[in-house]
């Protein structure tokens, strides 16, 4: 079992509130993810971060924020949440200094805005 | 468009018997990964490939590379019911910064 923890493991919130859903490692590992998935629907890659103050954003344009402060955490924050950020949320992570790129995965949040 | 597409998209068979389930690619890759999701929950690693091997065993589970073609293919073996669970591909491309591109996942639904 990985041991990466995502909170809250779901959310129901109305629109216009500022959400942040959290993503913690204690593997020290230096890359994080963060993918959105819609039910039963291939992953995307929304924002991901090489190591601490490093932040990308990924292949799929998303309205949301990240930062990385420290090493285990990688939060996502939405400003003001919207009907279509309803989705799941997947938090990864891997190991920098091994030459494949193994990912660990979170439990997911699932976010519903009303 | 997906890096990776699999097929068939969903797969119900009887305990026992074996479960095919194949992935396609667009791009040079450094490695192809498989991944199992249980409904709701996060996805676990189960198996990578580099692409200078052809085929790979661990376990019940047997994944074929054919980088001529890009594509692969993974076998689970003497099935479950406790297989049952969403499988994707991942594909590692060559210069793509060790990002993962998943493909569209492969329900499988293995029944007793």
């Known amino acids: 079992e990985a041991d990466i923890y995502q909170t809250p493991r779901y959310l129901v919130i109305g629109t216009g509130k500022k959400i942040t859903l959290e993503c913690s490692q204690t593997m020290g590992h230096d890359k994080m993810y963060w993918y959105q998935q819609d039910p039963g629907m291939e992953l995307h890659l929304i924002h991901y971060?090489?190591?601490?103050?490093?932040?990308e954003k990924g292949d799929l344009s998303s309205e949301s924020t990240v930062s990385r402060i420290r090493t285990e955490h990688f939060p996502l924050t939405l400003e003001s949440a919207r009907p279509s950020h309803t989705s799941q949320y997947l938090c990864a992570s891997s190991d920098w200094d091994r030459a494949t790129d193994t990912q660990y995965f979170g439990p997911g949040t699932r976010l519903t805005v009303l | 468009s997906q890096q990776g597409e699999e097929d068939p998209q969903a797969l119900s068979i009887q305990e026992g018997e074996n479960a095919t389930m194949n992935c396609s690619y667009k791009?040079?890759?450094?490695?192809l990964q498989w991944y199992r999701q249980n409904s709701g929950r996060g996805l676990v690693h189960l198996i990578l490939?580099?692409?200078?091997?052809r085929e790979k065993h661990s376990g019940r589970l047997r994944v074929t590379l054919d980088t001529s073609k890009k594509s692969s293919s993974l076998l689970i073996t003497a099935s479950r019911a406790a297989d049952t669970a969403s499988y994707f591909c991942a594909t590692d491309a060559r210069g793509g910064g060790n990002k993962l591109t998943f493909g569209t996942g492969t329900q499988l639904k293995v029944e007793l």
């Open positions: 490939i580099r692409s200078n091997e």
């Open positions: 971060s090489y190591g601490v103050n490093s932040t």
């Open positions: 791009t040079s890759i450094n490695n």
